[in-house]
């Protein structure tokens, strides 16, 4: 038993070891989306190119603009514009965002009169446009408590950014991409491996061996769950040197959740494998089968909370949400197994499901 | 519980009635025969005639839909485990791994077949020694000639000392010096008392073959030894004789 | 002028020499086979004729174009039908022959009367509307075949065409081809099976990238001038056994559930009973027979003592 075990392991890493292309895949694709989603898409704003119609110019509004160009966020590309040249700067993309300072800025900010300064954005972007918008309330804020001290603000925002504090978007990526790297990884590598050897034939050759299912499914599977943890261990720590995101919760009870993920996404592998007649069949549907709802679904980049109902409740048999919530909490909040006993709790039930169910077929199809 | 199997040694496959239906079309249609150890059995027949889902529930690997058969004296519903112990499967084209060495090959399917290490590691020697490997050990298994490759093929189909041996196409596309150098291994194992099933398109492998089965639409049309058959169709060779049998059916499709 | 001329080939890949310096011609309307077991270099040379691959050294003239440099003068012209072939699974019979026609740039009108020709003489007719994927082995090969004369070639190239057939329709298949060559075109074909060598008017017999022997079937099976006799037994091996070990005859080989004896001195069938029955080997039947492409092939293999 063990031994027919070890031959078809010991196997399977022959296989994995003879093709250095595929390894090289296996390896580099984490890292190279990795840095893909950690530098090119990022959804933090910086240097937004703004215009300034300073109409007032005046000492408060000079300092009002002195402020805002003393922060990260806004680089002023136009400054002194003409309040007629504005939609020729949006539609040259001169600018992304443009502020106008009334003529009574001055006057008005003496007689503690309320200031209206106008805000234009180019919404063509929504989230960029929705972005500003927030950030610029938050300034306004800041401003007014600053300028007019005695005025009397029964209660103030005053937010602080836990777990994150700079608002780095890669905090929030690095962990998502282990969740989808990982489950698009080993769902393609188990698909493949089989189907790969129904189409030579020698699937054959083992289904007359006194072979049983569960030794197939364990032998082949066993080998590319190493896989996937070696390949989780290198998006950590690209995550955590390079990213700097920190790793602030038990490291245990995240190699735990890492192995018990990796097998979902093995049995996801299983179950394509048993509707693929050819690698490429098996490469699409591993391929939509992780990455749509992954991406989509879990909160990976859209908040769970915000979407409508039904897909709230579809996200709850995703397995990626829940890890998602595992893994980031682990990560980013440093909490452990007491918080996160719930959300374990969901990703084994799935797994569980996922591994029986794609036993079940596994096996039918062989008798078939 | 133990039970003791007695293996029926003059019969190691005994078929009776054995019919298989895939939905409503009969793939196999209520098929007899006997087959007895040191033979060498042909199994015949267009394509799509049954051939192979009468192999495979011989195999295990297809519970049939009615019937009867033993293989190595054990029954085909409920101990196919003990049946794939007791057979080895050739198919030239297919049995190896290419990109595993020829020893890699043997150490795996040694171990598929539960074989402890010393055995292995003897089975291997053997092996190498028989087949004159030794040089080749290591090579890949892409890198050999065809007609090592078979030869190849067939010993790890014997690691586990099989009583019945199930041969496909074992000869296609090798050259006509090394397919005798096979048949000459085959019948030397039909000595041992080995039972030896051949499925083919090849006739010049079914005249080795001792008692030829010709399979046409589901039913067995002919069973006989070759030279028998051949007289009854008036025929130079199987190819006539194959041709005169299959054409008189509806066809292949 | 023969469509077909390859001059002292040679092609290696890496270590391997897959063609060592082979020389053959095609000749006008004539079936040509090239006979050999895989691995032999029957589709590195085929590749070669067709462009796919350049050869190392040598030349082939197609139509008496040398074809290096004139890719695209050998690509309209020749009908050429890759090994294990197999169509586009998913479109109908008509469907792949349009597709085929309109690749070939075939006016649609003289499309309709090609197909009714192809539909006839492959009896594919009543299959025009079944998808590829769902015929059967002999029905596909003839599709595929099918395919290729859309552009009515008049030099076709087969690689081992009938592969995985079973023999019935490998038999009709061989018919079509026999019809092409009679409405005059150059068809040159490679096969692992040796019952398919006798069909063809001119042989060449392919080992390790060589050729062995290339002649007409019976001007090949008269280079065994010596007796051949068969000896039925039912035990052949060990005929065999005794036979090749006693050494009085100059060949012995094994066919079937006999073997096929060389009496060079030309004994007689009285005497090789004798010769026989000393041994004490049991047989049930010797007759001198016809001495058949096979035992040719089993001659040379010994002869260049591969």
């Known amino acids: 038993m063990n031994l027919i075990l070890l031959s078809i392991i010991k196997k399977e890493f022959h296989h994995i070891l003879r093709d250095p292309q595929t390894l090289t895949i296996i390896i580099f694709m984490p890292v190279m989306m990795l840095f893909l989603f950690g530098y090119a898409i990022t959804l933090e704003m910086k240097q937004i190119e703004t215009a300034i119609i300073d109409e007032a110019k005046s000492n408060e509004s000079r300092a009002f603009i002195e402020q805002l160009m003393a922060t990260d966020f806004f680089r002023i590309t136009s400054a002194d514009v003409k309040s007629n040249q504005i939609e020729t700067i949006f539609k040259e993309r001169k600018a992304r965002c443009a502020l106008i300072i009334p003529y009574d800025f001055s006057s008005a900010l003496q007689r503690n009169k309320k200031v209206k300064i106008q805000l234009l954005v180019d919404a063509s972007d929504p989230n960029a446009a929705n972005f500003i918008n927030n950030y610029v309330n938050q300034l306004n804020l800041k401003f007014n408590l600053k300028n007019n001290a ?120 299983l179950l394509v494998s048993t509707i693929s007649k050819t690698q ?38 995703v397995p990626a949400t829940h890890f998602l919530e595992i893994i980031r909490g682990i990560m980013l909040k440093g909490i452990g197994l007491k918080e996160l006993y719930i959300q374990l709790g969901y990703l084994f039930i799935l797994t569980a499901f996922l591994i029986a169910l794609s036993i079940k077929k596994f096996s039918r199809n062989l008798e078939g | 519980m133990e039970t003791v199997k007695i293996k029926n040694n003059s019969h190691s496959v005994i078929v009776e009635a054995l019919t298989k239906k895939f939905g409503g079309f009969t793939a196999v249609n209520n098929i007899s025969f006997r087959v007895s150890g040191g033979e060498i059995f042909g199994f015949l027949g267009a394509n799509g ?79 190498m020694d028989y087949l004159k490997l030794w040089d080749h050990a290591d090579d890949l298994t892409k890198s050999l000639p065809l007609g090592w490759k078979q030869r190849m093929a067939l010993s790890t189909a014997l690691l586990h000392d099989p009583d019945i041996i199930f041969l496909d196409e074992p000869t296609s596309g090798v050259d006509p010096v090394s397919r005798r150098n096979f048949w000459l291994l085959i019948y030397e194992l039909a000595e041992q008392g080995k039972t030896i099933f051949v499925t083919t398109h090849f006739m010049d492998e079914a005249e080795y073959c001792h008692r030829l089965s010709i399979m046409r639409d589901g039913l067995i049309v002919e069973l006989d030894k070759p030279g028998v058959l051949k007289k009854k169709y008036n025929a130079e060779n199987m190819q006539d004789v194959f041709m005169k049998i299959v054409r008189g059916g509806k066809g292949q499709d | 002028m023969n469509p077909i001329i390859i001059e002292n080939l040679y092609k290696t890949y890496g270590k391997v020499t897959a063609v060592n310096g082979v020389n053959l011609e095609v000749r006008p309307s004539e079936i040509f086979g090239l006979i050999g077991p895989d691995g032999a270099g029957k589709t590195t040379i085929i590749r070669i004729i067709v462009s796919l691959l350049n050869p190392d050294r040598g030349q082939v003239l197609f139509k008496g174009t040398p074809i290096a440099g004139n890719m695209s003068f050998v ?69 595929a075949l099918s395919c290729m004369l859309m552009h009515e070639p ?32 150059s068809i040159l074909v490679t096969t692992a099976y040796m019952d398919e060598a006798a069909l063809c008017d001119r042989v060449a017999f392919i080992f390790n990238g060589r050729i062995l022997g290339m002649d007409s079937p019976d001007k090949l099976v008269s280079q065994i001038r010596d007796s051949i006799y068969l000896v039925n037994s039912d035990a052949p091996h060990l005929l065999f056994d005794r036979v090749s070990k006693s050494g009085k005859f100059k060949g012995c080989e094994l066919f079937g559930d006999g073997v096929h004896l060389t009496d060079s001195d030309e004994a007689g069938i009285e005497t090789i009973k004798d010769i026989l029955n000393t041994m004490a080997v049991s047989y049930h039947k010797i007759k001198k027979i016809d001495p058949g492409l096979e035992d040719v092939f089993l001659k040379l293999m010994n002869e260049n003592s591969l």
Request: proline fraction near 5%.
């Open chain 1, 280 to 317: 490429q069949v098996a490469m699409l549907a591993a391929l939509l089968a992780t990455i749509l709802p992954t991406i989509m679904l879990s909160g990976f980049i859209f908040p769970v909370a915000s979407m409508p109902l039904i897909f709230q409740y579809l996200s709850l048999i």
């Open chain 1, 150 to 269: 005695d005025v009397f603000i029964p209660f103030s925002f005053e937010p602080v950014m836990l777990y994150n504090p700079d608002l780095k978007s890669y905090y929030f990526f690095v962990p998502g991409l282990i969740a989808v790297i990982l489950l698009l990884i080993s769902a393609l590598l188990t698909s493949i491996a089989i189907v790969r050897e129904k189409e030579r034939g020698t699937m054959e050759q083992i289904l007359v061996s006194p072979v049983s299912p569960i030794q197939i499914i364990i032998g082949k599977t066993l080998p590319y769950t190493a896989l996937g943890f070696l390949d989780s261990i290198i998006i950590l720590l690209f995550g955590c040197l390079w990213f700097g995101v920190p790793l602030n919760g038990p490291v245990l009870l995240l190699g735990f959740s890492l192995i018990l993920y990796i097998i979902t996404g093995l049995s996801f592998g």
């Open chain 3, 75 to 143: 690509r309209t012209q020749v009908g050429y039908m890759p090994q294990r072939f197999s169509l586009y699974q998913d479109l109908t019979v008509e469907e792949n022959l349009d597709f085929f026609g309109d690749l070939f740039n075939v006016p649609k009108n003289i499309q309709v009367n090609r197909k009714n020709n192809l539909y006839e003489f492959s009896r594919l007719g009543p299959f025009k509307s079944r998808r590829a994927g769902a015929l059967s082995g002999g029905m596909k090969q003839k599709l």
């Open chain 3, 154 to 185: 008049d030099v076709i190239v087969l690689d081992e065409p009938t592969f995985g057939v079973d023999p019935v329709s490998r038999s009709e298949f061989w018919e079509i081809l026999k019809s092409l060559a009679k409405k005059g075109a």
């Open chain 2, 49 to 127: 005639a049954g051939k192979t889902t009468a192999i495979r529930m011989l195999c295990g690997l297809l519970m049939p839909t009615s019937g009867q058969a033993t293989v190595a004296g054990f029954d085909v519903y409920t101990e196919y485990e003990k049946i794939k112990m007791n057979i080895g499967y050739m198919s030239q084209k297919f049995s190896l791994y290419e990109d595993l060495t020829v020893r890699e090959n043997i150490e795996f399917y040694g171990g598929v077949y539960g074989l402890s290490r010393k055995e292995i590691r003897e089975k291997t020697d053997y092996l």
